[in-house]
Every structure is written in structure tokens, then in C-alpha cells.
């Protein structure tokens, strides 16, 4: 089993949608959790951390869900510079490395 | 800070040659993280450094690979031989440790192609 699972996607949606991500993961005592998001050909770059209590940065809702292991990124009303792929990452307990999953790809189409 | 500098942006060999990757990383990071991805297995860590010294390099796919990091502001990863399945985007990130706030910058990556 992998450490970290996400849908690939593509995930293909008309500008204005809403579009929610889910991620799982296999480690139960991880503590860090993160979205990065990555453009095409381009380096990935932080999005946003995900904590306990959920957290909003504008159109961006992170969730955890801590018994089920998993955690959620909902984007509102999608603009076309939201296509990218984001990743979902994951820290391993016993050090500063990270699992990170294999990302979503989504377009934002006019 | 000019971020994580990695050098070649491109490289393109031929099966048998030695390749050489470098990274620079932001001042003051005290974490180093080589990556590998490919459209297939994704980001894969390959190894990372803490003040310079290896601390796990169980994603390095063979003895093929190898990384040193003789000071805090460089790093190298060295393929030799190098074969076709070498083919992928390298990355190197750093980091400091704070916490659950440890956030990792990515350099633009290494686009290597082995023919």
C-alpha cells in the first residue's frame, strides 16, 4: 500500500465550480500534512498547510480527518489559473522527510 | 534569497556516461532533500541531509546513484553509469526544522535525459 493515495484525476471543471480533492494516508501517527501545488514543467510549491481544526485561505478549504486518515482540499469558485496538479503530502513520524502523492491534475476550463 | 539553485536545468547524455547534479540550497536551511519524479511513481525522495551529513538514503534506486554534500551550501547527486531509465525531472528542496511549519522550497529541477 502506498503511503499516500490520490485520485490522478484529470479533473476537468468550468470556471466558477467548486472542486474538492481527497487524499489518504497510511501512517497513523503522521502529524504534518500539506497541499503543494506544481504547473506544468515547474517545481512544486507549497499551497497550503492542512490543520486538526480545518482552515480556509480564500477559496481554499483544507480538511483533516484524522480517524479515516485522510485529507480534503475543496477550491471555490475555480479560476483558470487554479490548473495545475496539487499534492497531497504527508510527513513520516521519526524525521523532517515527506511522502508526497502522486497529485491531481486539474483544468479549469472557460 | 534567490531560492534553491540547481544546475543544469537540462542535461542530455547517452547510456554509459557519468552525470552530475547540483544544488545550492537557501541559506540557513539546515535540511537538503534530493527527489526524482517520473509521470509513473511521481515525487520520490532519494535522500536527504541534516547539516550536511546523509541521514536516509533508502530511496536511492541502486549503487548507480550516489549524493555527497561536502559543505551547507552545495550538494551533489551523481549518476554513473547512467541508463535510459534514469530519465526523469531531479529535484532538490531544503527546509528548516520548525515543526509542523516545515515547509519545503523546491529548486526548478534538472531535466535529464539519458539516450
Known amino acids: 500500500r502506498k503511503e499516500v493515495e490520490q485520485d490522478p484525476g484529470p479533473f476537468n471543471v468550468p470556471e466558477g465550480a467548486t472542486v474538492a480533492f481527497n487524499c489518504t494516508y497510511s501512517?497513523?501517527?503522521?502529524?504534518?500534512f500539506f497541499w503543494y501545488r506544481q504547473d506544468c514543467r515547474k517545481e512544486p510549491k507549497l499551497l497550503m498547510s492542512?490543520?486538526?481544526s480545518g482552515n480556509e485561505d480564500g477559496r481554499f478549504t483544507a480538511q483533516l480527518n484524522r480517524a479515516s486518515q485522510y485529507i480534503s482540499l475543496l477550491i471555490r469558485d475555480s479560476k483558470l489559473s487554479d490548473s495545475a496538479t496539487y499534492l497531497c503530502v504527508v510527513n513520516i513520524p521519526t524525521g523532517n522527510q515527506f511522502y508526497f502523492g502522486t497529485g491531481t491534475s486539474l483544468t479549469v476550463i472557460p | 534569497d534567490a531560492g534553491v539553485i540547481q544546475s543544469p536545468r537540462h542535461e542530455v547524455t547517452e547510456m554509459g556516461q557519468e552525470v552530475t547534479l547540483r544544488c545550492k540550497p537557501i541559506?540557513?536551511?539546515?535540511?537538503l532533500f534530493w527527489y526524482r519524479q517520473t509521470m509513473m511513481r511521481g515525487l520520490e525522495l532519494l535522500i536527504y541531509?541534516?547539516?550536511?551529513?546523509?541521514?536516509?538514503d533508502s530511496g536511492m534506486p541502486e549503487d548507480r546513484f550516489s549524493a555527497k554534500m561536502p559543505n551547507a551550501s552545495f550538494s551533489t547527486l551523481k549518476i554513473q553509469p547512467s541508463e535510459p531509465r534514469d530519465s526523469a525531472v531531479y529535484f532538490c528542496a531544503s527546509s528548516l526544522w520548525a515543526g509542523s511549519t516545515n515547509e519545503q522550497f523546491f529548486g526548478p529541477g534538472t531535466r535529464l535525459t539519458v539516450l
Open positions: 541531509f541534516n547539516n550536511n551529513v546523509p541521514i536516509d
Open positions: 492542512v490543520y486538526s
Open positions: 541559506s540557513g536551511h539546515d535540511y
Open positions: 501512517n497513523s501517527a503522521s502529524q504534518s
